[in-house]
T-cell receptor, first 113, second 114 residues
Framework: DAMVIQNPRYQVTQFGKPVTLSCSQT?????MYWYQQKSSQAPKLLFH???????NEADTPDNFQSRRPNTSFCFLDIRSPGLGDAAMYLC????????????FGPGTRLTVL | QKEVEQNSGPLSVPEGAIASLNCTYS??????FFWYRQYSGKSPELIMS????GDKEDGRFTAQLNKASQYVSLLIRDSQPSDSATYLC??????????????FGTGTRLTIIP
């Protein structure tokens, strides 16, 4: 089945220790997104790629970076995680333009100690 | 401030009854509307998309859109305990066509009472 896969599902890191989350998709979608969702809050868009074109949200902290080496994979790098970065990180994809239907992966729960 | 608003609930509905979830949005130019279901600790799962005024039915789910009043709703018929979840309304909001961003409401927590 075509799908969006995220690894790991649970990630524990120490304060200030860099961490990388990964997302892969077999849908062959052009657009990939990274969201941050904290408890009882709406998903917050961090950035997205339209093919290789990177789009950063204005309020995304510099601590967060992303890479998309090819169509199938996208990575979220958190350079120096703080306690406030503990959250669920969601990867989503859409076939085409930004307003198209988005399909989410299972998410990665990040804990910062 | 462009936004999407939902009643956070919790909304409690007896099993077998109709659950009605509502959402209002601020951008009159929005064209795409989505309902996602999110179980606790899980990721959002697409339930319905709707683009035109009126009703769209899919099984026990019906989405209703009224662009003039800027609201979209989701009806769940014959509610089941497995429908207990948070329902996220999402609307594309943006400066111009093709450069929208999917904006989520904070969700309505629905509990189906057996």
């Amino acid at each position: 089945d075509a799908m969006v896969i995220q690894n790991p599902r649970y990630q524990v890191t120490q304060f200030g220790k860099p961490v990388t989350l990964s997302c892969s998709q077999t849908l062959n979608h052009n657009v990939m997104y990274w969201y941050q969702q904290k408890s009882s809050q709406a998903p917050k868009l961090l950035f997205h790629y339209y093919d290789k074109d990177f789009n950063n949200e204005a309020d995304t902290p510099d601590n967060f970076q992303s890479r998309r080496p090819n169509t199938s994979f996208c990575f979220l790098d958190i350079r120096s995680p703080g306690l406030g970065d503990a959250a669920m990180y969601l990867c989503a994809t859409s076939r085409d333009r930004e307003a198209d239907t988005q399909y989410f992966g299972p998410g990665t729960r990040l804990t910062v100690l | 401030q462009k936004e999407v608003e939902q009643n956070s609930g919790p909304l409690s509905v007896p099993e077998g009854a109709i659950a009605s979830l509502n959402c209002t949005y601020s951008d009159r130019g929005s064209q795409s509307f989505f309902w996602y279901r999110q179980y606790s600790g899980k990721s959002p799962e697409l339930i319905m998309s709707i683009y035109s005024n009126g009703d769209k039915e899919d099984g026990r789910f019906t989405a209703q859109l009224n662009k003039a009043s800027q609201y979209v709703s989701l009806l769940i018929r014959d509610s089941q305990p497995s429908d207990s979840a948070t329902y996220l309304c999402a609307v594309n909001i943006g400066p111009y066509f093709g450069n929208e961003k999917l904006t989520f409401g904070t969700g309505t927590r629905l509990t189906i009472i057996p």
